[in-house]
């Protein structure tokens, strides 16, 4: 079965700190993997896909296969990167996305 | 350009009664889904609609029903709401096809039963 996992419910970092919010996938196939932002009370928006290899914001993912994960990172954190932040993963086909629980990013100033 | 719109935003009902949450996409998407979301629970799919005229259930569909009314509309029936169904429900589409861009959400309804 399809999972996803954020092993982190809650990350505090300091303004100007690297980011790193961890996510692993259970998928036997080659998954497609997302991450999705959610600033506070406001809809999910799509950050990055795996497949397009591109920096949004700051923040870069790369697909790890041999370890099963796609950690979402940035150099330096910023007041405005606070939001709860999602990893999700799209089986192959028109099947549904799988979501992790998802990490609350809190950056201190 | 408005992309997925929900209403009503917010919502309060009392046990047992009935409500419909409506969902609408101007971007001629093929899929739509319907997600609840819970503080340490994350995004649980409830129903989904992988194209027009037809509908399966997700991860949690008990005490829901859904009907997608045409390609651009996806509703979400509440028969006897139930304290436990009080949740922000999120509303999403995606294109389909070969290129997978992902889903577009709605604002999201924050639901409370009382």
């Known amino acids: 079965a399809q999972r996803v996992t954020q092993p982190e419910k809650l990350l505090s970092v300091f303004k100007g700190a690297p980011v790193e919010l961890k996510c692993n996938y259970s998928?036997?196939?080659?998954?497609?993997l997302f991450w999705y932002v959610q600033y506070s009370r406001q809809r999910l928006q799509l950050l990055l896909r795996h497949i397009s290899r591109e920096s949004i914001k700051g923040f870069t993912a790369d697909l790890n296969k041999g370890e099963t994960s796609f950690h979402l990172k940035k150099p330096f954190a910023q007041e405005e990167d606070s939001a709860m932040y999602y990893c999700a993963l799209s089986p192959r086909g028109n099947t549904p996305l799988v979501f992790g629980k998802g990490t609350r990013l809190s950056v201190i100033a | 350009n408005a992309g997925v719109t929900q209403t009503p935003k917010f919502q309060v009902l009392k046990t047992g009664q009935s409500m419909t949450l409506q969902c609408a996409q101007d971007m001629n998407h093929n899929s739509m889904y319907w997600y609840r979301q819970d503080p340490g629970m994350g995004l649980r799919l409830i129903y989904y609609s992988a194209s027009e005229g037809t509908t399966d259930k997700g991860e949690v569909p008990n005490g829901y029903n859904v009907s997608r009314l045409n390609k651009r509309e996806f509703s979400l029936r509440l028969e006897s709401a139930a304290p436990s169904q009080t949740s922000v429900y999120f509303c999403a589409s995606r294109a389909g096809g070969t290129r997978n861009y992902g889903y577009t959400f709605g604002s999201g309804t924050r639901l409370t039963v009382v």
């Open positions: 998928y036997s196939g080659s998954p497609e």
